[in-house]
């Protein structure tokens, strides 16, 4: 966000800057007793690894012409799964140790927060 002026000329307007300071205020809300005592290094590691991540996922959405709406949003998913299957197979194999009564949380988080909320987002950005 605060690159974007320098690599896709965008203008820095006040949203985007107060958008920046809340996740930093967020980042440390979370974050700030591990950050302060020393520990949880993986979980830091990981969530700024996300974060850059997620920065080249949105720039190269904004060199994509030909790929829009919900099919984007698809292929972001699908990627996103696959690489976070890949990474949990690889640290702790395929077994996946996991309570019946968080099945729906998962599910929950994967369908009502992503999967609307790309569904919301693509149907705004295409004149919605």
């Given at each position: 966000m605060?690159l974007?002026p320098?690599?896709f000329k965008?203008?820095?307007?006040?949203?985007?800057v107060l958008?920046?300071l809340i996740?930093?205020?967020g980042?440390?809300?979370?974050?700030g007793?591990a950050?302060l005592?020393?520990?949880?290094?993986?979980?830091l590691?990981?969530?700024?690894?996300?974060a850059v991540?997620?920065?080249?996922?949105?720039?190269?959405n904004?060199q994509?012409?030909?790929?829009?709406g919900?099919?984007?949003?698809v292929i972001?998913?699908t990627v996103?799964?696959?690489a976070v299957?890949?990474?949990?197979?690889?640290?702790q194999?395929?077994l996946?140790d996991?309570?019946s009564t968080?099945?729906?949380?998962i599910?929950?988080?994967?369908?009502?927060n992503?999967g609307?909320?790309?569904?919301?987002h693509?149907r705004?950005?295409?004149?919605?």
């Amino acid at each position: 966000m605060i690159l974007s002026p320098i690599i896709f000329k965008e203008k820095l307007t006040a949203p985007k800057v107060l958008g920046f300071l809340i996740v930093l205020i967020g980042i440390f809300f979370v974050n700030g007793r591990a950050m302060l005592s020393g520990g949880n290094g993986w979980g830091l590691f990981c969530g700024a690894m996300s974060a850059v991540m997620y920065s080249a996922m949105v720039m190269c959405n904004k060199q994509s012409k030909m790929i829009v709406g919900l099919e984007n949003s698809v292929i972001q998913l699908t990627v996103s799964f696959l690489a976070v299957a890949v990474f949990t197979i690889m640290r702790q194999g395929v077994l996946i140790d996991m309570q019946s009564t968080q099945i729906f949380w998962i599910l929950f988080l994967g369908l009502v927060n992503t999967g609307l909320g790309c569904y919301l987002h693509n149907r705004r950005r295409d004149g919605w």
